[in-house]
């Protein structure tokens, strides 16, 4: 158990419906990631926060945007689903922003289905 | 295109053979990291090598770095069915930024 959790674990949605997907990071990491993995884009970064401000932005849809909280948990929205967002997505978070011990631990994964 | 790219994009091996798998990337980096991924489950992070290193063990891991030739090697040694995965390299090129996976060797142990 990595300590990182992410709700739900399943979600089956359709095309165009807008969902939420949460993370918590272990505690004490400041850092949340989020990626998406499927199989043919393979494990491809979204999207970075540290200690409530975005960090880093890698291949996120205009479509999609996160938030971490004061608490430091974070979500991802996805809206105007397509067939193509179907995959998992994963959270992790860190200690630090980057640099040095900047080993991530992941969550178990949230597996979208958009029919 | 990533920037790292795993070799080979599987490995199939019997149980107590050595594994290696190896990661090329392109551009200079900070540290390097590999991960290992259980089918539809979260990855692991197994072993950070810094830019300044050459070779790091963590139980029966050995990663070495050669940043002159940009790649990096994963050796398993004494394999076990356990260690049937796919494995990870991920390269950290600004700090923590723009954090990249390859796309991974799948490794299958045969008992």
């Known amino acids: 158990d990595s300590g990182v959790t992410q709700t739900p674990k399943h979600l089956i949605t359709a095309t165009g419906q807008r969902v939420t997907l949460r993370c918590s990071p272990r505690s004490g990491d400041l850092s949340v990631y989020w990626y998406q993995q499927s199989l043919d884009q393979g494990l491809q970064f979204l999207i970075q926060?540290?200690?409530?401000?975005?960090?880093a932005k890698g291949n996120i849809l205009e479509r999609f945007s996160a938030q971490q909280f004061p608490d430091l948990h974070s979500e991802l929205n996805l809206s105007s689903l397509e067939l193509g967002d179907s995959a998992l997505y994963f959270c992790?978070?860190?200690?630090?922003?980057?640099?040095?011990?900047?080993?991530?631990?992941f969550g178990p994964g949230t597996r979208l289905t958009v029919l | 295109s990533q920037q790292g790219e795993e070799d080979p994009q599987a490995l199939s091996i019997q149980e107590g053979e050595n594994a290696t798998m190896n990661c090329s990337y392109k551009?200079?980096?900070?540290?390097l990291q590999w991960y290992r991924q259980n089918s539809g489950r979260g990855l692991v992070h197994l072993i950070l090598?810094?830019?300044?290193?050459r070779e790091k063990h963590s139980g029966r891991l050995r990663v070495t770095l050669d940043t002159s030739k940009k790649s990096s090697s994963l050796l398993i040694t004494a394999s076990r069915a356990a260690d049937t995965a796919s494995y990870f390299c991920a390269t950290d090129k600004n700090y923590g930024q723009n954090f990249v996976f390859g796309p991974g060797t799948r490794l299958s142990v045969l008992p």
């Open positions: 090598i810094r830019s300044n290193e």
């Open positions: 551009t200079s980096i900070n540290n």
């Open positions: 992790a978070s860190s200690v630090e922003a980057g640099g040095g011990h900047n080993e991530q631990f």
């Open positions: 926060y540290y200690n409530g401000e975005e960090r």
